[in-house]
Nanobody, 115 residues
Framework: QVQLVESGGGLVQAGGSLRLSCAAS????????MGWYRQAPGKQRESVAT???????AYADSIKGRFTISKDNAKNTVYLQMNSLKPEDTAVYYC?????????WGQGTQVTVSS
């Protein structure tokens, strides 16, 4: 089992920045990739960014150039640096970890961007 705990969400004005953190614990060996999804009210959950165990990254088109995913292997933690935030970035952000054939989810952290 893998436990994921997100932190760093909050309320920010448009144009501002936030950094989300996701700390993994439990059986963290053989995690293939970790990432961030988000879900806005009335919308489906969507992938925002992913990072593989080898460090390869992928981003949704809507956040390219504004968000950066990174990881600290020693801390088993993944980060999402979010810059130039827009009101449409408002959502609950969820961390996920893919280990072998199982996907694990965190509890989510709210990000609200005011205009």
């Amino acid at each position: 089992q893998v436990q994921l705990v997100e932190s760093g969400g909050g309320l920010v004005q448009a144009g501002g920045s936030l950094r989300l953190s996701c700390a993994a614990s439990g059986t963290v060996s053989n995690i293939n990739a970790m990432g961030w999804y988000r879900q806005a009210p009335g919308k489906q959950r969507e992938s925002v960014a992913t990072i593989t165990s080898g460090g390869s990254t992928a981003y949704a088109d809507s956040i390219k150039g504004r968000f950066t995913i990174s990881k600290d292997n020693a801390k088993n933690t993944v980060y999402l640096q979010m810059n130039s935030l827009k009101p449409e970035d408002t959502a609950v952000y969820y961390c996920n970890a893919d280990r072998i054939t199982t996907r694990y989810w965190g509890q989510g952290t709210q990000v609200t961007v005011s205009s």
